[in-house]
């Protein structure tokens, strides 16, 4: 299990927001769940009120783009990125991800099987995988800047 204490993190595209609250879960200070859906978005508030996570989880009902593009000097330390496959989103979710990394951040990135999303230069891949129909990959952006809070100490690797 990675270490996420400290970490912020962003799950765009959020759905059921697993990846997001998982995190938090597992030490992370604060997630951000970005979902287009507005009747989704609710779902997932009256969820993280429930489980009494308002004061670190934020839910916002948008677009992913847009609100990346418009978001207030946000950061993040680890993001989670599983668009629909119908939608084709990577390219731009990517290009509007890149600025609100944290230096030596994670992105986890999922695509149809067939299909390897072009990931902005300095991203370095960590570990990747594939099932039938899902590729599934982890990059490291901008290797050896910053804090690496996904490290339980400066010499292991993070597994996934």
């Not at 970005?34 to 009256?46: G, I, Y």
């Not at 847009?66 to 978001?71: G, I, T």
């Amino acid at each position: 299990m990675p270490h996420l204490s400290g970490a912020v993190v962003l799950d765009a595209f959020a759905g059921s927001g697993t990846l997001g609250l998982e995190a938090v879960s597992r030490g992370a200070a604060r997630a951000v769940l970005v979902e287009r859906d507005p009747r989704v978005a609710s779902v997932l508030q009256a969820s993280v009120a429930r489980l009494d996570g308002e004061g670190q989880v934020r839910v916002v009902a948008d677009d992913v783009v847009r609100w990346l593009a418009n978001a207030h000097a946000e950061s993040f330390d680890l993001a989670f990125l599983d668009p629909p496959f119908a939608a084709s989103a990577w390219e731009p979710a990517l290009a509007a991800l890149a600025p609100r990394l944290a230096p030596g951040a994670w992105v986890y990135l999922e695509s149809p099987a067939t299909l390897t999303p072009a990931v902005p230069a300095g991203w370095v891949l960590h570990r990747e995988g594939q099932t039938r129909e899902v590729r599934y990959a982890l990059y490291h952006a901008s290797a050896g800047q910053g804090a690496d809070t996904l490290r339980g100490d400066s010499n292991e690797p993070a597994t996934a």
